[in-house]
C-alpha cells in the first residue's frame, strides 16, 4: 500500500506522556505515587549513589582494578598522505599551515596536535606543517617536490 497523507501514522511510543504520579486513585499510580511502601526510596529527598546495591559492595568496587592512564599522554590526530593529496587536487592548495587543517577537513579542532604518516602517495608538491612526521611521510613529500616542516611541540609545559 502507497504512503499518503491519509494513512499516515506516528511510529509507536511517539506519543505517550511523561508518567504523572501522585494524581489520585483513579490514575493508576495514586496512593504511594509508585514509591512502594516504607524504606529509603519512598521518603522525600532520597538519592541514592550511583551503583549503589543496598549495603552490599558495588560492582565497581567488587572487581579488580588493573593499568594505568598516563595524565601526561599527547594524543595527535593522524592524518595520512593519501588522504592531504586527494585534499590538494580537490581544493588546489599548495600549502597546509596548522590553522588549514580545521578548515580543510583533516582535523577536529584547531588546537589538534597532527602527524603526517606515510600511507599512500603525493603526487604534487606541497609545503606542510604539522607537529609530527614520520620518515616515510617526510621521504615522500620530498621526492614530490615538497616540503615537511616540523613545529616544535607545545607540550613542554611539564618540564
Do not use: C, W
Request: aromatic share 4%; proline share 3%; no cysteine.
Amino acid at each position: 500500500m502507497a504512503k499518503n497523507l491519509s494513512n499516515l501514522r506516528a511510529p509507536k511510543k511517539a506519543n505517550i506522556g511523561r508518567k504523572r504520579v501522585g494524581r489520585g486513585m483513579g490514575s493508576g499510580m495514586g496512593k504511594t505515587s509508585t514509591r512502594g511502601h516504607k524504606g529509603q526510596g519512598s521518603r522525600s529527598g532520597s538519592s541514592l549513589m550511583r551503583g549503589f546495591e543496598g549495603g552490599q559492595m558495588p560492582l565497581h568496587r567488587r572487581l579488580p582494578k588493573r593499568g594505568f592512564t598516563n595524565i601526561f599522554r599527547v594524543d595527535y590526530t593522524v592524518i595520512n598522505l593519501s588522504r592531504i593529496q586527494q585534499v590538494a587536487t580537490e581544493k588546489a592548495v599548495s600549502t597546509i599551515a596548522i590553522e588549514d587543517y580545521r578548515t580543510l577537513g583533516l582535523a577536529s579542532s584547531r588546537k589538534a596536535m597532527i602527524k603526517i604518516l606515510g600511507n599512500g602517495e603525493v603526487t604534487t608538491p606541497i609545503t606542510i606543517t604539522a607537529h609530527k612526521f614520520s620518515k616515510s611521510a617526510i621521504e615522500k613529500i620530498e621526492k614530490a617536490g615538497g616540503k615537511a616542516i616540523m613545529l616544535e611541540a607545545e607540550v613542554k609545559a611539564a618540564e
